[in-house]
């Protein structure tokens, strides 16, 4: 978490942490919210430009520590920050998130930088030189089928590009719904194209009518329904089981998770227009999605069915049309299930007897098994349950959360906030919380305090004291109790 010790007496002997703490999992924001890069408008036009020095956006790239000066650039001109990164009313740690960057995503994100005209002769005295105006545009590669993949933004956190792997990093999840560029992502391939004009959904299984929908006819055959879930990767968090032993996967920080409204059709009401009324009936216990990605996953049809399961096939994210790289057009939405159950892109629906073939559902990528099982010899590993369901820090029906500044020793209740309106058994978004807790007397003298937590659910399980008890070889679900580092500022 990016937490800060806070408060308007700087005397004070108390902390706040406010609560974009994920509750379960830990996550947490400023005490206050930064509203982004700089608080600028347009840097002066009026301001001489012509004798300054012509750099290459590789040479601005250099800039991105203190020692060696930090430099942003925005539309041509490029800056040296460093002097103004402490000052930053943000805070230093979201502005050097554009480090030997550009911060023209980060502005076009925080629109309240175009408000004001006052900061822009600011950001004009910073300027040291002019972006190149005869530097070759980026070349894209034919060859290579990620050539084609949409552009991130430069704030999160990348694991991998080819396939993309990145996550929202902790300094800017400032917002209860998570706005799309920030929303992390996990592929596995390249980034599918599918023209919405095009675009076809194909329904089949046992007691199901064979059909096919286009975009406009889910649109216009079935209600439409909005839904605000919280969808996070099975290994959020790995990076802190491999503490413990090391993992298989990409090792996720906190980030691998994000809330987003979406809107689309329930995808039984399309299930029963298709003729599955009864799915006992005919002998369905699972319902298959196939991606445009060749990715396959499965849920039980009981979530499915549930009429308060939620289940979409979305189309619309925070009421928009679902981005490229999100799933669009069509992705399903599944509620308090694993992220990869989640399935972008989809193209094709299976009522099923059995679930979902392939390594996503069958082989070892969501398969827990025992701590002390350290690899899969005499292990069968299709026999075993695929990942459905998260522990408690997904954040499904959280009713408490506990801080502690003594490592667990003792505890104080925490004020829940956004989300902790959801209805216990329909929750499927986080939910963000704050605390004030004293400082301990020792962390006066050392000048730094730890500060842990834990969620508790409506069924009363709550997490883990340490990683060590649920270790697994893929590292998933780790949902032990998340710990962080705070400064005490002793003056």
């Not at 029963?272 to 499965?298: I, K, N, R, Y």
């Not at 629906?349 to 059995?354: G, I, P, T, W, Y």
Request: with cysteine; aromatic share 8%; net charge negative.
């Amino acid at each position: 978490g990016s937490h800060r010790t806070a408060g308007e007496d700087p005397h004070s002997s108390s902390a706040r942490s406010t609560g974009t703490w994920m509750a379960a999992a830990g996550i947490g924001t400023a005490a206050f919210f930064a509203t982004g890069i700089a608080a600028v408008a347009e840097p002066s036009k009026n301001a001489p430009t012509k004798d300054l020095p012509i750099y290459t956006r590789d040479q601005v790239a250099q800039h991105d520590t203190h020692s060696k000066g930090i430099w942003v650039t925005y539309k041509d001109g490029v800056y040296d920050i460093t002097d103004f990164v402490a000052n930053h009313p943000g805070g230093s740690e979201k502005i050097m998130l554009a480090a030997g960057k550009a911060i023209d995503p980060f502005w076009n994100l925080y629109r309240q930088h175009y408000s004001s005209s006052a900061p822009a002769e600011l950001l004009a005295e910073m300027r040291i030189g002019t972006l190149d105006p005869n530097e070759a545009p980026l070349e894209v590669d034919a060859t290579n089928p990620y050539s084609n993949d949409p552009a991130r933004h430069p704030g999160l956190v990348f694991h991998s590009t080819q396939p993309c792997n990145a996550e929202l990093p902790m300094t800017l999840l400032d917002s209860w719904v998570t706005p799309a560029e920030l929303f992390f992502v996990r592929h596995h391939h390249p980034v599918p194209h599918i023209n919405p004009e095009e675009y076809r959904l194909v329904v089949k299984g046992p007691g199901v009518e064979p059909a096919s929908f286009s975009l406009e006819e889910l649109r216009s055959k079935f209600k439409e329904h909005t839904v605000t879930s919280t969808l996070q990767c099975g290994g959020n968090r790995r990076a802190d089981m491999n503490g413990v032993a090391k993992t298989s996967g990409t090792a996720w920080g906190c980030g691998a998770i994000s809330t987003a409204q979406w809107t689309g059709v329930y995808l039984r009401d399309v299930l029963a227009a298709c003729g599955l009324a009864d799915p006992e009936l005919a002998q369905v216990e699972h319902v298959t999605f196939v991606g445009a990605d060749e990715m396959l996953a499965s849920v039980p049809v009981e979530k499915v069915y549930n009429p308060y399961g939620d289940v979409l096939l979305a189309y619309s994210m925070n009421g928009e049309p679902i981005p490229q790289d999100h799933g669009a057009p069509v992705r399903a939405i599944v509620p308090g299930h694993v992220g990869v159950r989640n399935v972008k892109w989809v193209t094709e629906v299976h009522a099923s007897k059995e679930e979902a073939t392939g390594m996503w559902q069958r082989g070892m990528a969501y398969k827990m098994l025992p701590s002390s099982v350290t690899n899969l010899d005499g292990i069968d590993v299709e026999s075993r349950v695929s990942m459905q369901e998260q522990p408690v820090q997904s954040v499904i029906a959280i009713v408490m959360v506990d801080v502690s500044t003594d490592g667990g020793k003792t505890w104080m209740p925490a004020t829940l906030k956004e989300g902790s309106e959801q209805r216990p058994n329909r929750a499927w978004a986080w939910t963000f919380w704050e605390a004030e807790v004293p400082i301990p007397a020792e962390a006066m003298k050392t000048g730094t305090m730890e500060i842990c937590c834990r969620a508790t659910d409506a069924a009363s399980n709550t997490q883990p004291h340490s990683a060590a008890p649920i270790w697994n070889m893929r590292g998933l679900a780790n949902n032990s109790w998340h710990k962080i580092i705070l400064r005490v500022d002793q003056s």
